[in-house]
């Protein structure tokens, strides 16, 4: 199937799963432990901010699954340019947590600038928060830099405090994969980009010779029909894939020299679930620094304004 849901799992399993996970890494980049420091604090606030919207009820959203099939049969998101409310009084408060986490994990005054920002009224949360949740990465990037802001440590801010309650969202409407039309448009949507929340894939994980695009945003699953860049569908010469490691080939780049894009692909036993992916990313960076050493990069996200 094209596209699948990963389900929902306990904390205690969470944490535990990816204590598990960060002894491997550890144990094979000794060099990445001080990322992984970080990543372990962000991860905790980010599943108990998982369970607290879980608690606090999700809103009732007004998206038919015809709707919603017709907007992915024309290649738009499900969640692109819906007026969806977000649960401000929740999530403000893990912004600030976030920044604290990030302060003391490295970032410093950059982070503590963001959230005396933020509880000065220079940077208003909810307004920041919309914005991620809608992708607007130029407004973001813009706001932040007129307030003296880094743009991309706000960006990444806003989007660990939002990411929870898209997973979230995209698991209430697709989790049972409703039969009929919108299971039909699922199973149809052959976009590199996130039936979901329109996010690139962090990564490609391939389980059971299935590869599984993984949104860097709400952790969403989805498998192409055609093996191809998934950001221009270069399908020939330019289209590359190789394991920079003649010894690890479960760990792979996939390069296009028409667009000048790259996909990490690793192998996997199964899937990681939210917010887990973050540690397949994580301990891939020696990919993204491969790619990146010849000229290759992530394109900015795509804007769907205009066609949602």
Known sequence: ???????????????????HRWRIVRETRPDL??????????????????AALVKGRLPRLSLPPKYLAAKLARGVPALAGEPIPLPIPILTPALFDLCDALAHGGAGGAATHIRE????????????????????????RTGAVHRGLSPDLVWLVAELAVSPFV??????????LAAGEL????????????????SWPAVGEVADRHRMLRCSFCSSAWELSTYACIYCEESGEGFVTAAPDAERKDRRIETCARCGGYLKTIDVNELSPFPLLSISDIETTDLDLAAMEHGYRRPDLKNFTKKA
């Open 1 to 19: 199937m094209p596209y699948v849901t990963i389900e929902a799992v306990s904390r205690a399993n969470l944490l535990d799963s990816a204590q």
């Open 33 to 50: 432990e001080p990322a992984l420091a970080l990543q372990r604090e962000l991860l905790t606030r980010i599943i108990d901010l998982a």
């Open 117 to 140: 920002s933020m509880e000065g009224g220079k940077l208003d949360p909810g307004s920041l928060l919309t914005a991620s949740l809608h992708r607007d990465q130029a407004a973001v």
């Open 167 to 176: 997973h979230a969202l995209q698991q209430m409407l697709f989790g049972s």
């Open 183 to 198: 299971q039909r448009s699922l199973d149809a949507w052959n976009h590199g980009f996130c039936p979901a929340c329109g």
